[in-house]
């Protein structure tokens, strides 16, 4: 099995009461001497609070390839990216240990291939340490899985934060805290908030050098464009918040998120169901139960079904059907709502899915990320330069 040479498992204790098993399967492909190694380390992983999907223990052998994914980033996100230049051996770290846990021998790690800095670094990572380097285009979602076609329905992709989580726990150190800052600031950049004493929007605002030029009043999005919400200037951000999007007060798309609960039924009701939303939703298109066009409708209709409640539990907020909605109805914000409403108020996925995920069929789209930025007004901001400097 390839492992990342740096990985030194048999010095990790359990802080639990008792290690945590591996299958009877797994085992038999680690072997006595690894099964010993990955179950401490799953002991690690356990007592520090990480939990991997539970699929993977109850359909032992299904996945064949792991994917570090460091190409996940929204439009103007460059947070998995900067992971992987400032970062990268820790990310081989996440990697190597969750191979080690799952059995799996084949590792990948993504990145943009646009970006020659970032085919670099992936290739100096996986020339040093015998992984295999992935280049996939600039789009959203990234789903790597369909450049590698015999892992459609046998990958487990891992986000590039993920990876810094597990791999600082292996290491047993505080994992990077990075955030974009981009929009409407003078230098955009990708920002460690260990150099920011305050994390708020108007803290981290300032240290990118205060607005940009002919900027006045500015609203901050957590989370980005797509699936972000407003957040207040002095109020700290969220600790998993990977883009913060500053932007101006009367930008479209700060008018659009302010939009009241009145224009969101006026919405519902003028939905044309034209299933644009649907045809490019990452779900939808893995074959699920999940219809946003169909929802809409029956909001409108106020007859929502238990049919398409259990498809909405497959919704990820991802916000891709609000950008490409051509009426800008926010179809994604009426879901999320919905699904929060029948979760008790819980919009958070769960933390262990319960199935693996469904193959990716032929065909799936992928946006490209200058299509979302022109549709979301986006492209007279400049994206943050990535360097491999913290």
Same mark, same amino acid.
């Given at each position: 099995?390839?492992?990342? !040479?740096?990985?030194?498992?048999?010095?990790?204790?359990?802080?639990?009461? !008792?290690?945590?098993?591996?299958?009877?399967?797994?085992? !038999?492909?680690?072997?006595?001497? +690894?099964?010993?190694?990955? %179950?401490?380390?799953?002991?690690?992983?356990?007592?520090?609070?990480?939990?991997?999907?539970?699929?993977?223990? !109850?359909?032992?052998? *299904?996945?064949?390839?792991?994917?570090? /994914?460091?190409?996940?980033?929204?439009?103007?996100?460059?947070?998995?990216?900067?992971?992987?230049?400032?970062?990268?051996?820790?990310?081989?770290?996440?990697?190597?240990?969750?191979?080690?846990?799952?059995?799996?021998?084949?590792?990948?790690?993504?990145?943009?291939? %646009? #970006?020659?800095?970032?085919?670099?670094?992936?290739?100096?990572?996986?020339?040093?340490?015998?992984?295999?380097?992935?280049?996939?285009?600039?789009?959203?979602?990234?789903?790597?899985?369909?450049?590698?076609?015999? &892992?459609?329905?046998?990958?487990?992709?891992?986000?590039?934060? %993920?990876?810094?989580?597990?791999?600082?726990?292996?290491? #047993?150190?505080?994992?990077?805290?990075?955030?974009?800052?981009?929009?409407?600031?003078? *230098?955009?950049?990708?920002?460690?908030?260990? /150099?920011?004493?305050?994390?708020?929007?108007?803290?981290?605002?300032?240290?990118? @050098?205060?607005?940009?030029?002919?900027?006045?009043?500015?609203? &901050? =999005?957590?989370?980005? &464009?797509?699936?972000? #919400?407003?957040? /207040?200037? /002095?109020?700290?951000?969220?600790?998993?918040?990977?883009?913060?999007?500053?932007?101006?007060?009367?930008?479209?798309?700060?008018?659009?998120?302010?939009?009241?609960?009145?224009?969101?039924?006026?919405?519902?009701?003028?939905?044309?169901?034209?299933?644009?939303?649907?045809?490019?939703?990452?779900?939808?298109?893995?074959?699920?139960?999940?219809?946003?066009?169909?929802?809409? +409708?029956?909001?409108?209709?106020?007859?929502?079904?238990?049919? #398409? =409640?259990? @498809?909405?539990?497959?919704?990820?907020?991802?916000?891709?059907?609000? &950008?490409?909605?051509?009426?800008?109805?926010?179809? @994604?914000?009426?879901?999320?709502?919905?699904?929060?409403?029948?979760?008790? @108020?819980?919009?958070?996925?769960?933390?262990?899915?319960?199935?693996?995920?469904?193959?990716?069929?032929?065909?799936?789209?992928?946006?490209?990320?200058?299509?979302?930025?022109? *549709?979301?007004?986006?492209?007279?901001?400049?994206?943050?330069?990535?360097?491999?400097?913290?």
């Amino acid at each position: 099995m390839k492992t990342h !040479s740096n990985i030194h498992v048999a010095a990790a204790r359990s802080d639990g009461d !008792s290690v945590s098993v591996l299958p009877r399967y797994t085992a !038999s492909v680690l072997g006595e001497r +690894r099964t010993e190694l990955a %179950e401490q380390l799953r002991a690690r992983l356990l007592a520090a609070g990480y939990r991997w999907p539970s699929w993977l223990d !109850s359909r032992p052998g *299904r996945v064949q390839v792991l994917i570090g /994914d460091c190409a996940d980033d929204p439009p103007l996100g460059q947070t998995s990216q900067a992971l992987l230049l400032r970062h990268g051996t820790l990310l081989l770290d996440g990697l190597a240990a969750l191979g080690l846990i799952t059995g799996t021998s084949r590792l990948v790690l993504c990145a943009r291939r %646009e #970006q020659p800095d970032l085919q670099a670094a992936l290739q100096t990572l996986v020339d040093a340490h015998n992984i295999e380097g992935l280049l996939i285009p600039a789009a959203f979602p990234s789903f790597p899985e369909l450049e590698i076609p015999e &892992a459609r329905d046998s990958s487990w992709v891992i986000p590039a934060t %993920e990876l810094a989580r597990v791999g600082a726990i292996v290491r #047993q150190e505080v994992a990077p805290r990075l955030c974009t800052v981009a929009g409407a600031v003078l *230098r955009p950049q990708v920002v460690s908030l260990a /150099d920011v004493e305050v994390h708020t929007p108007e803290a981290l605002v300032a240290h990118c @050098g205060g607005l940009a030029a002919g900027s006045t009043g500015w609203v &901050a =999005l957590a989370g980005g &464009a797509l699936a972000g #919400q407003l957040w /207040d200037a /002095d109020e700290p951000i969220p600790a998993n918040t990977s883009l913060l999007l500053i932007l101006p007060v009367a930008h479209p798309l700060v008018q659009r998120t302010r939009r009241t609960a009145a224009f969101q039924l006026r919405a519902q009701n003028a939905c044309q169901s034209c299933d644009l939303c649907t045809r490019l939703c990452p779900e939808a298109g893995r074959h699920t139960a999940l219809t946003p066009h169909l929802l809409m +409708r029956e909001l409108a209709r106020d007859a929502v079904g238990t049919a #398409q =409640l259990s @498809g909405l539990e497959s919704c990820t907020g991802c916000g891709v059907c609000s &950008a490409m909605c051509p009426a800008e109805l926010l179809p @994604g914000r009426l879901l999320m709502q919905l699904k929060a409403q029948t979760n008790g @108020g819980s919009t958070a996925p769960p933390e262990q899915q319960p199935a693996p995920p469904l193959p990716l069929p032929d065909g799936l789209p992928r946006l490209p990320l200058r299509l979302l930025e022109t *549709r979301l007004g986006l492209t007279d901001f400049a994206t943050p330069p990535v360097t491999s400097a913290a």
